[in-house]
């Protein structure tokens, strides 16, 4: 069945701002997507996913909780099936499948269950594994998250003991609190998952390990003997998602189960321990890395969103005099919201592509042992996985706000994106804890600088020769904003370590003082982040190659926006002299006019379709409020015109009512 779209003719409003953009769309739409040929590869495959008729989003919005399950099981195999009847590449199905809106069950399969057996696993484990999960023999998923532990790993309870007579560990949920909680793809969908548990040799405990486990029966899905399994229920998004619970009553698995590249159990039970207990950290760097880059597409989102119909939406005189009210863009205060959500997009668009080279460049070395990049790209990623998260969920709601009441309208798409993102700020790591992990790791570099010692890496050189500046008159280049940038870093990250210091000899644990400097640590965190992200992002600039000089110009504007908003959103007057935050602020409000010009078109330019927003206000021909109510008339409640539960309820009680006061149904 084809899907046939129907272009309607594009608002005036929405013309005018296309037509002053001051460079070519297409251009900038290349740019993003890795050349011409990427490009338009893209809009093949996305044309092939539209026109399928299981992919209609026009049920998306009113759909019940099972309902939407089993409508992301219908996507789910359909989709497998278009990625082996149109030959898609790896990077051609990766693309299909972000344009899916729904979060598919088997999401976790490759984005954790695969990873973690190539990061993991032997290579005759992988041998066995991979060619299953790669075609779907196995659904797979990733078991961490117990009932009563999360982010703190030598919390967890669950056990896998060694039993030398049987040649197999025991996997067990010893207490209430050990039950496995939250696995996306557990609770229905999964036959396998990658259980993390308290690896038990010989009456010693060995910490966490990792552990194949089969789940259910290949055959009827049942669940085997030993395994208690279900779906948690309701949450505040992923209602597609089957999250679940999961309990082990002495279940047994193979030796061979457990992922052993690092570290090994031999068969008379002896425990050989990996060369680095942080080996097994390259699937979690993996996922947080790619983390960066659903934020980036999550904000592209609403920020296209947003900003199209805040050039559409009017409200409001801004002179008594005008005739017309002002498109909502005008407004400087939705300006700052919208263009900040924005400029992120960008920034965490090319912070993403670099992660990822990172990443490929880590496994690398820890192939032959080379440790060197682990320590930066774990402390750095830490930070930047919660710094990125937290952005993104605030400037979604950013974005709908300024979308006024229709933002909250499920229409919008806005509240939607918002719900199906914000769990980023829980999974693979709490914020709170990522922001502190990355704290722990930015004082050890400052011992080590003040040292003078050789293991400080180059994105952390600042930190060896700081600038001793708090006042920059004027900011007009992004190597003015830098220094700021570097100075704000610095100081934060000297403070925190001056207050840990003090604190320890307040407190009579370090644990106890490291708790008291909370507040402080996480602002050295963020510090580091911003300034991160923003040398990311002026580099990628840098390394522009024959690019249009107003696409430079704008990345510019935007790397300059970006800065001064998160230095002005934290609290800059602690570290900085009244007249730099002067000159902070005279910068934005510089940049704000800059890139309201061609805020359209830097939107214009993420490429995405109406299908994939699926957002009345944010379609590409501005028709906002046609959009609306036709989307109104689709809701289940207007297909009658009486409700069943209005004759059921209300018209009783009135009828009721009125014999009782004497009224008429006749007025």
């Not at 330019?605 to 109510?629: E, I, K, M, P, W």
């Amino acid at each position: 069945v084809v899907v046939v779209v129907v272009m309607s003719e594009v608002v005036k409003e929405l013309v005018k701002e296309r037509g002053r953009a001051r460079f070519r769309t297409e251009e900038l739409a290349s740019l993003l997507s890795g050349g011409q040929k990427a490009l338009d590869r893209q809009r093949e495959v996305r044309a092939v996913l539209e026109n399928d008729y299981v992919f209609r989003c026009d049920d998306y919005y009113f759909n019940s909780r099972t309902q939407k399950y089993e409508r992301a099981l219908e996507k789910m195999v359909r989709f497998v099936s278009m990625v082996r009847e149109n030959e898609w590449s790896m990077e051609d199905a990766m693309y299909a499948r972000s344009l899916i809106h729904e979060q598919i069950p088997v999401n976790l399969h490759w984005a954790m269950f695969i990873p973690c057996i190539k990061g993991q696993g032997t290579k005759e484990q992988q041998e066995k594994w991979l060619p299953l999960a790669n075609t779907l023999q196995i659904i797979g998923t990733y078991a961490q998250t117990e009932l009563g532990h999360g982010t703190f790993l030598r919390g967890l309870e669950t056990t896998a003991t060694f039993d030398e007579k049987t040649d197999s560990f025991i996997l067990h949920s010893p207490t209430l609190s050990s039950t496995k909680w939250w696995p996306g793809a557990l609770g229905k969908t999964s036959t396998h998952c990658v259980v993390a548990a308290r690896l038990i040799t010989q009456g010693v405990d060995h910490g966490t390990h990792m552990f194949i486990t089969q789940l259910r029966d290949l055959d009827t899905h049942e669940p085997l003997e030993g395994v208690t399994v279900g779906d948690i229920g309701p949450k505040f998004g992923y209602q597609t998602m089957d999250n679940g619970f999961l309990r082990f009553n002495h279940y047994r698995i193979p030796h061979s189960h457990m992922l052993s590249r690092h570290a090994q159990v031999k068969r008379d039970g002896t425990y050989v321990k990996p060369l680095n207990s942080k080996l097994g950290y390259g699937t979690m760097l993996f996922v947080r890395s790619y983390m960066i880059l659903d934020a980036a597409k999550n904000l592209k989102k609403a920020s296209t969103i947003a900003i199209r119909y805040a050039c559409v939406r009017r409200q409001s005189l801004m002179d008594e005099g005008d005739k017309q009210e002002s498109v909502i863009m005008e407004y400087k205060m939705v300006q700052s919201s919208l263009l900040f959500a924005l400029s992120s997009a960008y920034v965490f668009h090319y912070t993403g592509i670099i992660l990822r080279d990172l990443y490929d460049q880590l496994q690398t070395t820890l192939s032959s042992n080379d440790l060197s990049l682990l320590g930066y790209v774990h402390g750095t990623t830490s930070g930047l996985k919660a710094f990125c998260s937290e952005t993104t969920s605030n400037s979604i709601e950013e974005c709908r706000k300024a979308c006024g009441g229709h933002g909250f309208s499920e229409f919008s798409g806005l509240p939607a994106l918002f719900v199906e993102y914000v769990p980023a700020c829980t999974y693979e790591g709490e914020n709170t804890v990522m922001y502190l992990q990355c704290a722990r790791y930015l004082l050890k570099m400052l011992s080590a600088a003040k040292r003078g010692d050789d293991g400080v890496p180059d994105e952390l050189q600042y930190l060896v020769s700081p600038s001793s500046s708090n006042e920059v008159e004027n900011i007009e280049t992004v190597e003015d904003l830098r220094v700021v940038l570097v100075h704000i870093a610095v100081s934060n990250i000297e403070e925190a370590a001056w207050r840990l210091a003090e604190a320890e000899k307040e407190h009579k644990t370090k644990g106890a003082a490291w708790n008291a400097c909370a507040h402080t640590l996480i602002n050295a965190a963020k510090s580091h982040c911003q300034l991160v992200l923003f040398q990311y992002f002026v580099s990628a600039t840098e390394q522009l190659d024959g690019v249009c000089s107003r696409i430079v110009s704008a990345y510019e504007s935007m790397a300059l926006m970006f800065g001064c908003q998160c230095i002005l959103k934290l609290n800059p007057h602690a570290t900085l002299s009244d007249d730099t935050v002067l000159a902070l602020s005279n910068t934005r409000d510089a940049v704000l006019k800059d890139l309201r010009i061609d805020a359209v078109a830097l939107v214009d330019a993420f490429d995405f379709s109406d299908h994939t927003l699926n957002s009345a206000l944010g379609r590409y021909d501005g028709q906002v409020y046609q959009a609306l109510y036709d989307y109104a008339q689709k809701e289940p409640l207007n297909q009658q015109q009486v409700p069943q539960a209005i004759k059921k309820h209300v018209l009783p009680l009135m009828k009721f009512t009125r014999t009782v006061f004497g009224g008429t149904s006749k007025l």
